[in-house]
């Protein structure tokens, strides 16, 4: 792999001799190729005046080929110095971790996941070929569709995704204003919810004491705003009648403790529950899907198709939605 450590060099064209030159290199051996295997590291190295030779092609490909084995071999890419030498990885290891794809705008990191998902998909005979697994594309450039022509194509149309599986604090961060910090609008806004879990509960009522701002049960987002609009405009019955003037007879009442103080948190939800954007998440379809069925769409499973992946086109979803309800599906 080296240059050669010595050549002769003629300092003149007609001259009748020829000069030696010298020339020291740096290496960092790697390992050595033994029986026509590579392993890393080594027990000897070349030294002059040993032969110093630059590797075949077939070496380069025995260095990288031959350090995995052939059951968990997985390649997708090519030595970037010579497009002949494949570059395997183990499959195993590599799709049982995390990886991070990253680059610059135009890199081609879209382009490198759809090579990776492609190349294991097409290997069907292989023991990470994903015959048993199931992938969930987030695409939130509308990019992917083109690339699984066979795969489950969910976008906003079809999409359905129900609000009432969001945590505390997703609903907090999605629903409330809470840079305001009010402490008046969380707590109505909590109290609302778990009273309506509690009231379309259909289980055991030994269970229904348990249920808490956390449970994963369903809610009614506008019964939520119908509370939190009562409390807006709460006037309490005091018992007592005007004795005189223009109210004579008529009884008497006063302002609820949060009476003009929700407005702004009523404004909001009402913008939120009435976007037609959102459709996909405050929805009828929203209000009325099961967690199975969720599932059972996100995996394409209900619809009779056999592709291992879902490629679901988030381009039509607001910005604010993204790093929240899709933050709670990943997988």
């Known amino acids: 792999m080296f240059a050669p450590l010595y050549r002769l060099d003629k300092t003149h064209q007609n001259a009748p001799f020829c000069q030696l030159k010298d020339y020291i290199i740096e290496a960092f051996p790697l390992g050595i190729l033994r029986d026509g295997k590579f392993e890393r590291g080594g027990d000897a190295l070349a030294i002059p005046p040993k032969e110093v030779k630059p590797a075949t092609i077939e070496e380069i490909k025995k260095i990288y080929q031959d350090s995995i084995s052939r059951k968990e071999s997985f390649c997708f890419a090519k030595l970037s110095s010579n497009k002949n030498v494949e570059v395997p990885i183990n499959g195993n290891k590599f799709f049982n971790k995390h990886i991070a794809i990253v680059g610059s705008t135009g890199s081609g990191k879209s382009h490198t996941l759809t090579t990776i998902i492609q190349k294991a998909m097409s290997e069907k005979d292989g023991s990470f070929s994903l015959n048993n697994s199931h992938i969930i594309l987030f695409d939130i450039h509308s990019e992917y569709k083109t690339a699984f022509p066979d795969a489950n194509f969910i976008n906003t ?16 961060e999605f629903f409330l204003d809470t840079e305001a910090n009010d402490h ?64 004579k007879g008529q009884p008497k009442t006063v302002q609820g403790s949060l009476y003009g103080k929700l407005t702004n948190f009523v404004n909001r939800l009402e913008n939120k529950v009435n976007d037609s954007r959102l459709d996909f998440l405050l929805g009828e379809r929203a209000k009325t899907i099961t967690f199975e069925r969720t599932l059972e769409t996100l995996l394409g499973y209900s619809d009779g198709k056999n592709s291992n992946i879902t490629v679901i086109d988030l381009s039509g979803v607001p910005f604010e939605v993204l790093s929240i309800r899709f933050r709670s599906y990943r997988a």
Do not use: C, M
Request: no cysteine; proline share 4%; hydrophobic share 35%.
């Open 157 to 172: 149309a079809n999409l359905a995704l129900p609000y009432w599986l969001l945590n505390s604090e997703e609903l907090e």
């Open 184 to 247: 008046n609008q969380r707590y109505v806004f909590k109290e609302s919810i778990v009273d309506n879990r509690k009231a379309n509960f259909k289980g055991a009522p030994e269970e229904k004491n348990r249920i808490h701002y956390d449970s994963p049960l369903f809610f009614d987002i506008h019964a939520v705003l119908k509370s939190a609009t009562d409390k807006n405009t709460e006037v309490i019955d005091t018992g007592e009648v005007y004795a005189s003037g223009e109210k």
